[in-house]
């Protein structure tokens, strides 16, 4: 077996486990664990993972929880590049057999707002569980086994509640530096639409008497910017471990609502480790 998969980290925002354990609104905080070591021939591999990791208990606040994180891989199903993967709340995946060209059906899981830390957004409307389906394509430069440099768009839908419409973009370098260690590093952005912005950052009159908060409108727009980063080692044949870690600041009408601005905080952090067993 060769090294086991990278794993990159997502998210903001990202987020991003189960029955309502999850990082707290992982768009850009939490990323996919993507093969760049497999070689035709190797056969379809396995990866499972588990670990944990620190992250806001909502979007946009200042307190942190501890939340747990697994890895669900399986990658060279009839290509090298081809996989299905999921890291924690999130869903990645890529059905074209091409070195360069990536298409696949993406995922995301947002848990319920609700008995968070901070009072006064604790005293607002709870906000419901999102699944966040759709789409994820992209086009890697490199189509190299051991890098990868992709460009790609995922767009996602709330198909449980409503809660509205995701579109990030995001670049990522990955590479198997030596036989043991890889790395992966991105940049992304994410665009939210009015039900989104309004779901998670609109105050309503209601809202601002049982809070306290402002009452506030919250716009479509970019919402966020993150910047994170991963490296594997891998220690014994079948045996890695990750480290990962996001930074995302939120933007617009994200950054100014008081959810945000009065009692939460712009910036959002995201760390965390994990142990992968590949074969």
């Given at each position: 077996?060769?090294?086991?998969?990278?794993?990159?980290?997502?998210?903001?925002i990202g987020a991003w486990l189960s029955a309502g354990v999850a990082l707290a609104q992982p768009a850009s905080t939490g990323d996919a664990v993507d093969p760049v070591d497999t070689?035709?021939?190797?056969?379809?591999?396995?990866?499972?993972?588990?670990?944990?990791?620190?992250?806001?208990?909502?979007?946009?606040?200042?307190?942190?929880?501890?939340?747990?994180?697994?890895?669900?891989?399986?990658?060279?199903?009839?290509?090298?590049?081809?996989?299905?993967?999921?890291?924690?709340?999130?869903?990645?995946?890529?059905?074209?057999?091409?070195?360069?060209?990536?298409?696949?059906?993406?995922?995301?899981?947002?848990?319920?707002?609700?008995?968070?830390?901070?009072?006064a957004v604790d005293a607002l409307k709870s906000v419901d569980a999102s699944a966040m389906l759709g789409l994820v394509g992209g086009y890697d430069f490199l189509a190299d086994p051991r890098r990868d440099l992709v460009l790609e768009v995922e767009a996602r839908q709330d198909v449980a509640n409503d809660n509205g419409f995701l579109?990030?973009?995001?670049?990522?370098?990955?590479?198997?530096?030596?036989?043991?260690?890889?790395?992966?590093?991105?940049?992304?952005?994410?665009?939210?639409?009015?039900?989104?912005?309004?779901?998670?950052?609109?105050?309503?009159?209601?809202?601002?008497?049982?809070?306290?908060?402002?009452?506030?409108?919250?716009?479509?727009?970019?919402?966020?910017?993150?910047?994170?980063?991963?490296?594997?080692?891998?220690?014994?044949?079948?045996?890695?471990?990750?480290?990962?870690?996001?930074?995302?600041?939120?933007?617009?009408?994200?950054?100014?609502?008081?959810?945000?601005?009065?009692?939460?905080?712009?910036?959002?952090?995201?760390?965390?480790?994990?142990?992968?067993?590949?074969?």
């Amino acid at each position: 077996m060769r090294t086991s998969t990278l794993v990159i980290a997502v998210a903001v925002i990202g987020a991003w486990l189960s029955a309502g354990v999850a990082l707290a609104q992982p768009a850009s905080t939490g990323d996919a664990v993507d093969p760049v070591d497999t070689a035709p021939g190797d056969g379809i591999r396995a990866t499972l993972g588990a670990g944990a990791g620190v992250a806001p208990d909502y979007e946009g606040s200042d307190y942190y929880q501890a939340v747990p994180l697994w890895n669900l891989n399986v990658s060279n199903l009839y290509h090298p590049k081809t996989y299905v993967q999921v890291f924690g709340p999130l869903l990645r995946s890529n059905f074209i057999p091409d070195d360069h060209w990536r298409l696949g059906v993406a995922g995301q899981f947002i848990k319920k707002r609700n008995n968070v830390h901070n009072d006064a957004v604790d005293a607002l409307k709870s906000v419901d569980a999102s699944a966040m389906l759709g789409l994820v394509g992209g086009y890697d430069f490199l189509a190299d086994p051991r890098r990868d440099l992709v460009l790609e768009v995922e767009a996602r839908q709330d198909v449980a509640n409503d809660n509205g419409f995701l579109a990030t973009i995001r670049g990522a370098y990955r590479a198997r530096l030596t036989e043991s260690l890889g790395m992966v590093a991105y940049v992304g952005s994410t665009w939210a639409d009015d039900d989104y912005m309004t779901s998670y950052f609109g105050i309503d009159a209601a809202d601002a008497a049982a809070s306290g908060l402002d009452q506030f409108n919250a716009d479509e727009g970019f919402k966020d910017v993150s910047f994170g980063g991963a490296v594997n080692y891998r220690f014994l044949e079948h045996w890695s471990v990750a480290f990962l870690g996001t930074y995302a600041r939120l933007l617009n009408d994200a950054k100014d609502s008081p959810i945000v601005d009065d009692v939460g905080d712009a910036n959002q952090f995201f760390g965390g480790a994990l142990i992968n067993y590949q074969f």
